[in-house]
């Protein structure tokens, strides 16, 4: 069975790619996903998050949200808005995004090589409750419509395929609103397809970066339904490794825990070096973190006797962090669950962590190095998990451009 293969892939009708193209529908709330949806009647915003077509005060995991998924999707194949391809085809989908850019393969993959953790390799933990929220969408409306992210290690023959496949014009050329340029070339000829399968089948495994939910919720539903099948794939994008970017994933705490500013410092000093900053603090390497704390910016440097060099998620910064601060200082011990302590993305800046604690909602800010793709593919690897909230990858993949329908 190979790793990846090309599928017919649902997609925006020619010159309807604008209209169609949503962010994830796990980044925008019910209330933003309404008001970036209103006067747009194609957004697949309608499918993704369905629920901003009934009443406000529905519950977003109500069966009728699904059914009007369903609904939606029925809607836009009928009114062609959607076309689906007559044969199997893979597509190359690219991001350009703050002068980076990124090409990659839409394709399905096996879930065969995903259940036993062989090939396709995850680092996270699924929540119940979110995963039965994708389960109940994939059966709602039979098709995967939410591509999981993936990386693949260095592989110049594929990075070499997929610059070939993607010289000419693009069938999707869309800049969104927040400034991520999406472009997607159909590969349709059984030449390319056959070498794009073979160099994949190389590789020794890929790493699944943003999307476990959508995976394992894919692999529930192909258990249930058993068989053959298309149900038997997961959809997926798969870029460069060395193309993807890990953006920092922040913490913010509501109290010290009963110390006062001065104790903190005093304790902080025993395991790190701290210096007070006049400008915030952006972490240039794994040991060192940025801290706001009463209206002041500090540098951490972590002491190196207390870098575990040769363990891939002890010497991960957000470990580094935990085992050093936010358990023993902050006594918080479950981060999932405590409702002290708080995340927040790299995309909302050094400003947005600083905001917070201005605002007395929190006591103080850690600004952590962002994760980097080696380190996530070394924690798979070993058939690790990561802790909640390691990466934030940027930008994201849009919700429309190509869906799996499950025949």
């Known amino acids: 069975m190979p790793l990846i293969s ?15 193209l949503a962010p994830p529908y796990d980044v925008l709330s019910s209330a933003e996903a309404r ?17 901003i077509d009934l009443d406000p005060a529905i519950d977003p995991y109500d069966r009728a949200v699904y059914a009007k998924g369903a609904e939606n999707l029925d809607r836009m194949v009928k009114g062609g808005v959607l076309i689906r ?7 190359v989908y690219r991001l350009t995004w703050n002068g980076r850019v990124q090409t990659g393969l839409a394709a399905v993959a096996s879930l065969a090589s995903y259940a036993d953790n062989s090939r396709i390799r995850r680092h996270e933990l699924t929540t119940p409750v979110k995963e ?13 419509t939410g591509p999981v992210m993936m990386g693949y290690p260095a592989a110049p023959e594929i990075d070499a395929l997929l610059a070939r496949a993607s010289t000419g014009a693009p069938d999707v050329d869309v800049t969104a609103d927040d400034g991520v340029r999406h472009q997607m070339w159909v590969v349709a000829d059984d030449a390319s397809i056959a070498a794009l399968t073979r160099a994949f089948d190389k590789l020794p495994a890929i790493y699944i970066a943003d999307g476990h939910h959508r995976s394992a919720a894919a692999a529930r539903v192909a258990k249930a339904r058993g068989g053959a099948g298309s149900h038997n794939d997961f959809l997926s994008v798969i870029f460069p490794h060395h193309q993807m970017t890990i953006l920092d994933y922040n913490r913010v705490l509501r109290d010290l825990n009963d110390r006062s500013p001065e104790q903190l410092l005093a ?15 952006r972490p240039t390497s794994a040991g060192a973190f940025g801290m706001y704390l009463g209206g002041r910016w500090y540098r951490l440097d972590i002491k190196p006797e207390l870098i575990p060099a040769a ?18 200082i902050f006594g918080v011990k479950d981060p999932r669950t405590d409702k002290r302590i708080d995340f927040v993305g790299g995309g909302r800046g050094l400003a947005g962590l600083q905001q917070r604690v201005d605002s007395g909602e929190m006591a103080v800010a850690f600004a952590l ?39």
């Open 6 to 20: 090309p599928f017919r892939g649902l997609r925006p009708a020619p010159g309807r790619a604008a209209e169609i």
């Open 35 to 51: 008001e970036r949806a209103n006067g747009k009647p194609w957004s697949f915003l309608h499918v993704s998050k369905p629920e």
């Open 85 to 91: 391809d007559p044969k199997p085809a893979y597509y």
């Open 132 to 144: 039965q929220d994708r389960v109940d969408q994939i059966e709602a409306v039979n098709a995967q």
């Open 267 to 281: 304790e902080l000093k025993q395991r790190f070096s701290v210096e007070p900053s006049d400008k915030p603090v």
């Open 311 to 328: 363990d891939p998620i002890g010497r991960l910064p957000i470990t580094l962090l935990t085992k050093n601060v936010i358990e023993p």
């Open 369 to 407: 190095y962002p994760t980097q793709m080696a380190d996530l593919m070394a924690v798979a690897d070993k058939g690790e998990i990561m802790p909640p909230k390691s990466t934030w990858f940027e930008p994201k993949l849009a919700d429309g451009m190509v869906s799996h329908v499950l025949d």
